[in-house]
């Protein structure tokens, strides 16, 4: 299949997809399910808008999308990365993010200002606690735009300014390491991808073997095609939300942040000290510049993307807590064992309380969180 042909108005491969108005897209949807075995469109649209965001103005956008083993996460970011804004990160040291070597090249100024893949987390949740605490705390304090650090070098005292979205594979098996990030302060937003049916999968990939390295040449044309068509709009930086967008995407974002919001407990389950609810800033710029992403690939309705961003992006058990809450409220007696320290963590938070024997949301917040978790699947 030539590069051409992807885009063709009569191949019947490229026919615009129920609900997206860019021939792009739809196109690249068609080529990715065809060889890949793609359902998750809305998930999928979620990443390329992403990828896309990067050419807008703003703060940098940190997207985790996680999903089974050999489910397509990789192929997707194995496109992206061939555009020529996009750098690679697979191997990540707190080390060579301070950049301490004299003379040496600085990882963080090989990233600055591109669009930062990462295929797989594995070599980053396999380092030790230690190490993994150590660098949490360090990406935090790079994603909120400056990283200081003293050497007994003649470098000295350096500050390393850098801003670069990235897009980071993994699978569910950064959720056991995910409550630590939690109280450092959070910078990610999370997509769950959702694979195709195994057995289909399997078959694709059997057909794909003997010409893989040719398909995977016409995808990354095709996705990198679509980036350049999105660079070459003249309004690219006049994009912007109307304010009944601005105003939805920032409540939901308030409302996110404040359900994943971590609450410490010691050894024992015992609460270490009164949480703090994080403020949904982070969120809200992040969520924005998706939405308009979105925008640039003419979809002009962001809830369905934005809802299902919010979703992954509170901890599942939190999440299931919150589906039994909706469903008029928790018996003390009956609820599932799994959930109990969920549901005394969105006590602290002040998000339920108990009354008649019942866990149920504050009045305050049950319309809004009602109104979120409408749009989950």
């Known amino acids: 299949m030539e590069i051409a042909e992807l885009f063709g108005e009569s191949n019947e491969n490229h026919k615009e997809v129920e609900g997206y108005e860019n021939s792009h897209l739809s196109g690249l949807l068609a080529v990715f399910g065809q060889h890949f075995g793609i359902v998750d469109k809305l998930g999928f649209t979620i990443i390329i808008a992403t990828a896309v965001a990067h050419q807008l103005p703003g703060e940098m956008v940190w997207l985790r999308f996680y999903g089974a083993s050999r489910s397509g996460k990789t192929e997707i970011l194995r496109a992206i990365a061939k555009h020529s804004d996009s750098a690679e990160m697979e191997v990540i040291t707190p080390a060579a993010l301070r950049g301490g070597l004299e003379e040496g090249k600085r990882l963080l100024t090989r990233l600055d200002g591109k669009l930062v893949i990462t295929k797989d987390l594995a070599a980053i949740l396999t380092n030790k606690r230690e190490a993994r605490t150590e660098l949490a705390g360090v990406l935090r304090h790079v994603k909120d735009g400056t990283l200081t650090a003293d050497f007994g070098t003649k470098e000295g005292h350096i500050e390393q300014k850098a801003k670069f979205d990235w897009i980071i594979g993994t699978t569910p098996v950064f959720a056991q390491y995910k409550k630590m990030e939690d109280l450092l302060g959070t910078r990610y937003i999370d997509l769950n991808w959702k694979a195709a049916n195994r057995g289909d999968m399997a078959l694709q990939a059997l057909g794909n073997n003997p010409n893989l390295t040719e398909i995977r040449k016409i995808i990354a044309e095709a996705v990198c095609k679509l980036i350049d068509a999105v660079k070459e709009k003249q309004q690219l930086r006049g994009v912007k939300l109307d304010s009944e967008s601005a105003k939805w995407i920032a409540d ?91 549901l005394e963590d969105l006590g602290e938070l002040n998000i339920v309380r108990k009354s008649g024997g019942k866990w149920q949301f504050v009045p305050e917040l049950m319309a809004r969180i009602a109104g979120l978790a409408y749009w989950w699947d």
């Open 252 to 342: 939901w974002a308030d409302l996110t942040a404040l359900l994943r919001s971590p609450v410490s407990r010691d050894a024992q389950h015992r609460i270490k000290f009164q949480p703090q609810p994080e403020v949904g800033t982070d969120l809200a710029q992040g969520f924005s510049r998706i939405a308009l992403g979105l925008n640039l690939l003419g979809i002009d309705n962001y809830k369905p993307y934005i809802a299902r961003l919010a979703q992954d992006s509170i901890p599942y058990s939190r999440r299931q807590a919150v589906r039994q809450l909706l469903s008029g409220g928790v018996d003390e007696v009956s609820i599932k064992r799994d959930y109990y320290y969920d």
